[in-house]
T-cell receptor, first 113, second 111 residues
Framework: NAGVIQTPRHKVTGKGQEATLWCEPISGHSAVFWYRQTIVQGLEFLTYFRNQAPIDDSGMPKERFSAQMPNQSHSTLKIQSTQPQDSAVYLC???????????FGPGTRLTVL | GEKVEQHESTLSVREGDSAVINCTYTDTASSYFPWYKQEAGKGLHFVIDIRSNVDRKQSQRLIVLLDKKAKRFSLHITATQPEDSAIYFCAPSGSFNKLTFGAGTRLAVCP
């Protein structure tokens, strides 16, 4: 079991460019979550999917951020027209619906110059 | 929305002593109370959790106490070891899904 896989581990973009972050959940886990972590705001929930369907996106910034889960083996978080304030570590987690523990990936550190 | 506070940003204990990390929350609908650990340069790892139908849970050296009236829960680490040094986050939830994290408490276990 490789755990939750996130790629890339580090990404640097210029202001205004697009960034796509990838997450591969643990095989068999039906729920996928996205969070982000910054020094100032701490850990914040963004969105989650269950059985690939979006369930709660209450933490997603309304503009420029979108998330998808096209199949059970991966989810993507896309940020359009990146801004310096988007710089953060983006964490993906997955959960087996029969248990409560969320398993976190190592994160993608996004730096927007 | 839920507001979660960890009042101690840092905590230092001697190896072998007990450490207590506290967390308060505001949402009375919270029913699931996990703790996560983040070591330097690493991701978040689940430590222990408690559900609202009990007020105490123990797993080896870890004890979680829940006081629903005070909207407070705490993590007790007994017989601390150097490898317990990390940042600990509480993350209460009303649904087992959306976790609302505290700001974290950095625990240092000194030899």
């Amino acid at each position: 079991n490789a755990g939750v896989i996130q790629t890339p581990r580090h990404k640097v973009t210029g202001k205004g460019q697009e960034a796509t972050l990838w997450c591969e959940p643990i095989s068999g886990h039906s729920a996928v979550f996205w969070y982000r972590q910054t020094i100032v705001q701490g850990l914040e929930f963004l969105t989650y999917f269950r059985n690939q369907a979006p369930i709660d996106d209450s933490g997603m910034p309304k503009e420029r951020f979108s998330a998808q889960m096209p199949n059970q083996s991966h989810s993507t978080l896309k940020i359009q027209s990146t801004q310096p304030q988007d710089s953060a570590v983006y964490l993906c987690a997955s959960r087996d619906w029969g248990s409560y523990e969320q398993y976190f990936g190592p994160g993608t550190r996004l730096t927007v110059l | 929305g839920e507001k979660v506070e960890q009042h101690e940003s840092t905590l230092s204990v001697r190896e072998g002593d007990s450490a207590v990390i506290n967390c308060t929350y505001t949402d009375t609908a919270s029913s699931y109370f996990p703790w996560y650990k983040q070591e330097a340069g690493k991701g978040l790892h689940f430590v222990i959790d408690i559900r609202s139908n009990v007020d105490r849970k123990q797993s080896q050296r870890l004890i979680v106490l829940l006081d629903k009236k005070a909207k407070r829960f705490s993590l007790h680490i007994t017989a601390t070891q150097p490898e317990d040094s990390a940042i600990y986050f509480c993350a209460p939830s009303g649904s087992f899904n959306k976790l609302t994290f505290g700001a974290g408490t950095r625990l240092a276990v000194c030899p």
